[in-house]
Nanobody, 123 residues
Framework: QVQLVESGGGSVQAGESLRLSCVIS????????VGWFRQAPGKEREGVAL???????KYADSVKGRFTISKGSPEITLYLQMDSLKPEDSATYYC?????????????????WGQGTQVTVSS
């Protein structure tokens, strides 16, 4: 059973940075896409960034230029460097993995999720 474990969340002031990590284990396929999503209280889950099967990164407009997604190997480790944080970035952040090529930041395309890590940005 695939497992995704996020870490790195916390409470920061606006303008500061955080780096989230996600370790994905027991993933049995060599082709996959990975992504970060977030959900604020009372709001729907939304896509933040992804890396598709061939390594292309895609970002939500709200985080372009501030967030950077990357991944490590051989164990699948996903990172999200978040700079110039804003109060509206406050949310629970989730990592996700999907088989093959997924280029949509729509959460409905992603089937495997971590438990989330909380990010709080105060003004």
């Amino acid at each position: 059973q695939v497992q995704l474990v996020e870490s790195g969340g916390g409470s920061v002031q606006a303008g500061e940075s955080l780096r989230l990590s996600c370790v994905i284990s027991e993933w049995k396929y060599t082709t996959y896409s990975v992504g970060w999503f977030r959900q604020a209280p009372g709001k729907e889950r939304e896509g933040v960034a992804l890396i598709d099967e061939i390594g292309r990164a895609k970002y939500a407009d709200s985080v372009k230029g501030r967030f950077t997604i990357s991944k490590g190997s051989p164990e699948i480790t996903l990172y999200l460097q978040m700079d110039s944080l804003k109060p509206e970035d406050s949310a629970t952040y989730y990592c996700a993995v999907a088989y093959g090529m997924v280029t949509a930041l729509d959460p409905s395309y992603w089937k495997r999720w971590g438990q989330g890590t909380q990010v709080t940005v105060s003004s």
